[in-house]
């Protein structure tokens, strides 16, 4: 048994037309269901005699921005959709085709009414300015051939299902003349073809020439410039990956641009975008609120490297961000200094010396303690002048004392924690040459599946910094009376252990 129409009243009326439809259906039960009313439209690829594609932006209330998409309209009464085509081509853009051929069409949605055609239009010229409608307004553009397929690909089209659909009816279709050798250009876009990328020093000069004219307010097109190009290029090619990142970084998506560096560096990106990649992921990271990731990314750069000095001005604001305004102002005059034109060996010496600010900190550490083993962070050697602290560090403003616990073990030590119980609140003064501190430390008692899995002989290196972190018997620095701050965490270790 068949669906069977009961009945259809007009349900709305602007500028679309809604109708609701009634249906008696096999089971017989009876369903209501909308139908937009539509006329058909009409889609039109565009090449012009270079093989270029053109385009036409303008607003769209819907996404509610600009959108680059193919020419097209309504297909009027008592007008053929090829008709309706051609008149579009030339009233949105100027531009008139020297043949078309008409790709069929397919259905709008299973709740539309509308036929959605496509048009392949070869030989484009223009031949005169658009004629806009009211309310109509835009820019003609033009794509290159080979950015047709990722702009389609890219998610910000209306019309990308029929137009791809049909470039691959286009492509199997018995034509001749202008179309046919549009045709074969059409088939190399479609066949996939094995990937060899160009000399580099060509494929980074488009590259560069892609940088030049970029917008930041044009996020789709950067997009499909960038994909067309890294499409060049064999998958996991560091340099691509390289690229990728650095779009979405200047779009502002840092956090899809982390990941990107990260593959770039690890696939053995070289030279100078590997420092480029380093100071870049380091910036990202640091607008995401990892400052201490960002200084450990940035203390890998060699000084030798002709980016350090970048380097050392990122790692200063990374500082900065990570509540060490000394360090940071020292990094930065320390960079400064060689390039004043007088008082460079006094500025060096004076940032070599900078004191650190004389202030109350708040601080969160964790004792670790495992069968009479503590976990601890050294500076130094221990069998010298060196010491001991227990991992840990600031508390931000607005931060919790707990919350910063987990933090820090997971910006300094890359783990995370299953367990942080309030042990002791202790005050930490200390004096050493150049530097007098003053402590507030909360102590947790800290549990961690991947610190406590570390091995006695083996250490983890702090991520923000220069030290190290492994396991110490508590008898041993006893014995060996190794100072372990902030005051008093060995016989809390011992104690509580």
Not at 152 to 176: C, N
Not at 189 to 218: F, G, I, K, N, Y
Not at 375 to 382: C, K, M, R, S, V
Request: net charge negative; with cysteine.
């Amino acid at each position: 048994m068949a669906w069977r129409l009961l009945g259809s009243q007009l349900a709305y009326e602007g500028f679309v037309r809604v109708r609701r439809d009634t249906y008696e259906l096999p089971d017989g039960s009876v369903s209501e269901w909308d139908v937009q009313t539509q006329s058909d439209t009409v889609a039109v690829v565009a090449f012009t005699p270079e093989f270029d594609v053109v385009v036409f932006e303008q607003f769209r209330v819907g996404p509610a921005r600009a959108v680059l998409e193919l020419p097209g309209g309504a297909v009027d009464a008592g007008e053929t959709p090829l008709d309706a085509g051609i008149r579009e081509l030339e009233e949105e853009t100027g531009y008139r085709p020297v043949d078309v051929f008409s790709a069929g069409s397919e259905w709008s949605g299973a709740g539309s009414t509308r036929r959605k055609h496509v048009l392949i239009a070869v030989g484009c010229e223009r031949i005169g300015t658009p004629t806009w409608g009211d309310h109509e307004m835009g820019v003609v553009r033009v794509l290159a051939a080979s950015d047709l397929l990722p702009h389609l690909l890219g998610g910000d089209l209306s019309d990308a299902g029929e137009a791809l659909r049909g470039l691959h009816v286009f492509a199997g279709a018995d034509v001749a003349g202008a179309l046919r050798d549009a045709q074969q250009r059409v088939i190399e876009l479609l066949t996939p073809r094995q990937v060899q990328a160009p000399p580099a020093d060509e494929w980074s000069r488009r590259v560069a020439e892609m940088w030049d004219r970029a917008d930041e307010d044009r996020p789709a097109e950067l997009r499909a410039e960038m994909a067309a190009l890294v499409g060049e290029r064999a998958d996991g090619d560091p340099d691509a990956l390289f690229e990728r990142a650095s779009v979405e970084d200047f779009l502002g998506e840092e956090a899809a641009a982390i990941p990107l560096y990260r593959a770039a560096l690890d696939a053995g990106l070289a030279g100078r975008r590997r420092t480029e990649a380093q100071i870049q992921l380091a910036s990202s990271l640091r607008n995401v609120g990892d400052a201490s990731g960002a200084m450990a990314v940035l203390r890998r750069v060699d000084d030798a490297d002709p980016l350090a000095p970048a380097a050392r001005a990122f790692l200063a604001l990374a500082l900065h961000d990570d509540d060490k305004p000394t360090p940071a102002l020292r990094t930065a005059l320390g960079e400064l200094a060689p390039h004043l034109p007088a008082y460079r060996h006094a500025v060096s010496a004076y940032a070599r010396d900078l004191p650190s600010r004389r202030r109350i900190r708040a601080i969160a550490v964790g004792l670790l303690v495992r069968d009479g083993w503590v976990l601890a962070e050294q500076y130094g050697d221990i069998a010298g002048d060196g010491f001991l602290r227990a991992p840990g560090g600031g508390i931000d403003v607005g931060e919790r004392a707990v919350d910063a616990m987990h933090r820090e073990i997971r910006e300094e030590l890359g783990a995370s924690l299953t367990d942080a119980a309030l042990w002791e609140i202790v005050e930490n003064i200390y004096d050493r040459p150049g530097h007098v501190g003053h402590e507030i430390a909360y102590v947790f008692g800290i549990r961690s599946t991947e610190l406590e899995a570390l091995a006695r002989s083996d250490r983890i290196d702090v991520l923000d910094g220069d030290t190290s972190v492994g396991w110490y018997r508590i008898a041993d620095l006893r014995a060996a009376r190794v100072p372990f701050y902030p005051i008093g965490m060995l016989d809390l270790a011992e104690r509580r252990g």
